[in-house]
């Protein structure tokens, strides 16, 4: 005898809505990326729809599991598969990305539900899709009629229950800020991490570019200080034969968001070009301040006997408040 689909499709709505939404997710997610829709089909996607068909297959038949057993399994079953799946694409080339997780959770999905519907349609006394009112009849006798110990666990496991979809909505719907921080860069000419202008003659000009992005959740007016440095270490200790003050240079800009689903974007880059009227062994260090009060020094004046020595050393000390980068320069005649 044919398996009649159609049929079995029109009788099992539950699972065949299931199916439907999970597939309808996908052009959401891609097309609007920030739509209410997506956040309401996404979270029972989520912590409900993978259980939910893993348990149907399980235990097709209605005397195998009440309604609110198979809730709570369903639930429970969803928080574990989730999980697995993440983990198992984290061993695999695609990785812990939207697309990966996204696409095996639907076929997860699809695929159970098609194993449900044959489940269902091979067994004899099969669970009926969920009725409000045959769920408020189980619960009320449950507290009406079973003994004491039932009613404590009825009521239990209602309150669980409720309480978790409540909470996950509320975590979802309301996402709180990420980690707060600044993005500062130093690149060669060519815009990558390599053919920096590391040796110069007296007087060259040579380019590297600066990036900053904003990801502290309001406005900040940036500035960067370029100090060049002769500099000893030993024993720990930093000593300062030159330092020469350059120049500040500032920059406002709006928070952007940290796009973990595409590709890398920049904010804000500038071409800097470095020149040193001098011969000798340098660093050049470039420090971010963040609402901070610029130093107003003398270009090329030597500040290494002034306070802004020890300005100079406090910024390199204080990674969490200041930002700085260097490169070594080597000038020649």
């Known amino acids: 005898m044919a398996f009649p689909f159609i049929s079995e499709l029109k009788r099992s709505w539950d699972i065949t809505i299931i199916a439907l939404l999970s597939l309808i997710l996908a052009p959401f997610i891609y097309v609007f990326p ?26 097709p038949g209605k005397d195998s599991l009440d309604a609110i057993e198979r809730m709570a399994l369903s639930f429970g079953s969803s928080i574990a598969v989730v999980p697995l799946i993440g983990l198992g694409l984290n061993y695999t ?12 959770l639907i076929l997860f999905i699809v695929v159970f539900s098609i194993i449900s519907l044959w489940r269902r349609n091979t067994s004899t006394d099969i669970f009926i899709p969920i009725e409000p009112k045959a769920i408020y009849r189980l619960i ?22 409720t309480s978790s979809v409540i909470a996950l909505g509320y975590v979802v ?18 815009g990558k991490t390599e053919n920096y202008p590391n040796n110069l003659t007296v007087n060259q ?14 406005i900040i007016t940036y500035t960067i200080e370029v100090w060049l440095a002769n500099l000893t270490y030993a024993n720990s200790v930093t000593t300062v034969h030159n330092l ?44 971010l301040l963040k609402d901070g009060q610029p130093y107003s020094g003398v270009r090329f004046h030597d500040y290494a006997s002034s306070e802004g020595k020890d300005r100079f050393l406090a910024m390199l000390k204080n990674s969490e408040e200041y930002l700085s980068l260097n490169l070594n320069l080597r000038i020649i005649a």
């Open 205 to 218: 000009s040579g380019q590297v570019i600066l990036g900053i992005s904003n990801h502290e959740y309001r």
């Open 93 to 104: 080339s695609y990785g812990i990305q939207l697309n990966p997780i996204l696409w095996s």
């Open 173 to 190: 719907t309301t996402p709180r800020e990420g980690e707060h921080f600044t993005e500062f860069y130093v690149l060669g000419s060519g």
């Open 34 to 59: 920030e739509d209410t829709i997506r956040l309401a089909i996404g979270l029972p996607f989520i912590i409900l729809f993978p259980g939910y068909v893993l348990i149907s297959a399980l235990f």
């Open 244 to 287: 020469w003050f350059i120049e500040t240079m500032n920059i406002t800009l709006n928070n952007t968001p940290v796009n973990v689903e595409d590709d890398w974007t920049k904010q804000y880059e500038v071409q800097y070009n470095i020149s040193v009227p001098f011969t000798g062994q340098y660093k050049i260090w470039f420090i």
């Open 140 to 161: 009320a006798s449950r507290l009406t009629y079973g003994s004491k110990i039932d009613q404590i666990l009825t009521v239990i496991l209602v309150m669980a229950i």
